[in-house]
């Protein structure tokens, strides 16, 4: 089976100032794009429900988040929350059946250690931080 690609041309409009640069195949070339330039890190942006995204100067020491609002903050970071939902559902699941048992809370600490290990992985916790997760939805 023989495949073939066929080189697509940008098409170019009338309100262009400069056409796109052409190699002697008559193929464009690479051009760097002029594209906004990202100025905050994913630490600069804190997410708060009901407020927009603010800057943040410098990453903060201690975070205390629900499991809603830091399972939103990884995800606006470009983190990853499926292993955090796994640990979450088990440790519901544990404070439901034995609110008071060890096992509740070694699935907490397990949680909570994920969370925090998120959150710095995307430097919206500081190195040396600790997380506390706060109970609520």
């Known amino acids: 089976m023989k495949l073939r690609l066929w080189f697509w041309r940008k098409p170019v409009s009338p309100g262009d100032a400069e056409p796109a640069a052409e190699t002697s195949t008559g193929l464009p070339t690479q051009q760097p794009s002029a ?46 929350v499926i292993q955090v939902g796994f640990l979450a559902s088990d440790y519901l699941r544990q404070r439901e059946e034995e609110p008071a048992s060890a096992d509740t809370s070694v699935s907490r600490e397990r949680l909570c250690a994920l969370i925090a290990k998120r959150l710095k992985d995307r430097q919206l916790l500081a190195a040396e931080g600790t997380f506390e997760l706060r109970e609520g939805q």
Not at 47 to 53: C, D, K, T
Not at 54 to 67: R, S
Not at 75 to 80: L, Q, V
Request: charged fraction near 25%.
């Open 35 to 80: 594209g906004p330039e990202r100025t905050t890190s994913p630490a600069a942006r804190a997410v708060q429900p009901g407020r927009a995204l603010e800057p943040v100067t410098e990453v903060p020491a201690k975070v205390a988040l629900t499991l809603g609002e830091a399972k939103t903050a990884i995800r606006a970071a470009g983190g990853d």
